[in-house]
């Protein structure tokens, strides 16, 4: 029998509490990049609920012990939505809200691709698209062959799937039937540049990665609910990896930048101006996620 940690059911009072969480980290979110003045909006702000799902109820770790050997692995392989880890992370517990603002400064811990000889508790360094799919599958591995109690994750965009490693961990990771591995890909229709469909369309997902043998589940990425219900039923399949399709808004929370790719690689000040105007991003955005709740405060500050 292969070794399961249950991840716990989700009671009404801590859905809400995660909701108004993940609207507090939308908008620490926008703080930051804007005093970094670059970085990415739309994939960091669509991926809000599912970081404070993984880090406030799925995953096993000790924000106060990253190393513990038997934690869960969280790894990401788009590096460049790193920002949203941060805000989470920061709001876990693992370091000072305040350093949030040395963001892609010269010397931070924080760059603007996950670093871990910066900082060990990311898991993998990455910005190279593709690279998380054979780090988690080598990592599943191990924990399978030495059954370690630990589950791999790795989020993966939509965009970097079009790197053909993917399919190749993928074709790994079934081989050996990594039940203990979680792929959550964030399917939000966008790249760098446009929309996938027009870049290099991906449909039909589903069936793709069912022809690979992986196990798939579809969720709306915003449902933090549903989102957790399918990290448990992940736990459930025994002979197959799993792969949690995540539907997800680019930008959600901030009317202007939802489902725009020129909001990809763009922070709030430096952004498009068709809607609004650079000067009034910041204050518009902070304004809009405020209409969601959200007044929980880092635990860190
Ligand atoms: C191997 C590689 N090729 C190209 C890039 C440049 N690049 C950075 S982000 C990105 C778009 C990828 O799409 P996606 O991650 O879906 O974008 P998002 O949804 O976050 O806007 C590209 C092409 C890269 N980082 N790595
Ligand atoms: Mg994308």
Known sequence: ???????PTLTEKKLLELETRANQIRKDLIEMLTVAGSGHSAGP???A?????LYFHVLRHDPKKPMWEMRDRLLLSCGHVVPIRYVAMAHAGYFPKHELMTLRKLGSRLQGHPEISHMPALENTSGPLGDGSPQSAGLAYIAKKEELPWHTYCILSDGELEA??????AMFAAKYDLHNLTWIIDRNNIQIDGYTKDVMPLEPLRQKFESFNFHVIEVDGHNIAEFVDACRYAQ??????VVIIAHTIPGKGVDFMEFDYKWHGAPPGKGPEDK????????????????LGGTIQSECE
């Open 1 to 7: 029998m292969p070794h399961i940690r249950p991840i």
């Open 45 to 47: 702000l669509g991926l």
């Open 49 to 53: 609920d599912i970081f404070t799902a």
């Open 164 to 169: 053909g490693i993917t399919w190749e961990a």
């Open 236 to 241: 459930s399949i025994w002979e197959h990896p």
């Open 276 to 291: 609004v105007a650079r000067n009034k991003q910041r204050e518009t955005a902070l304004k809009q996620i405020r209409t």
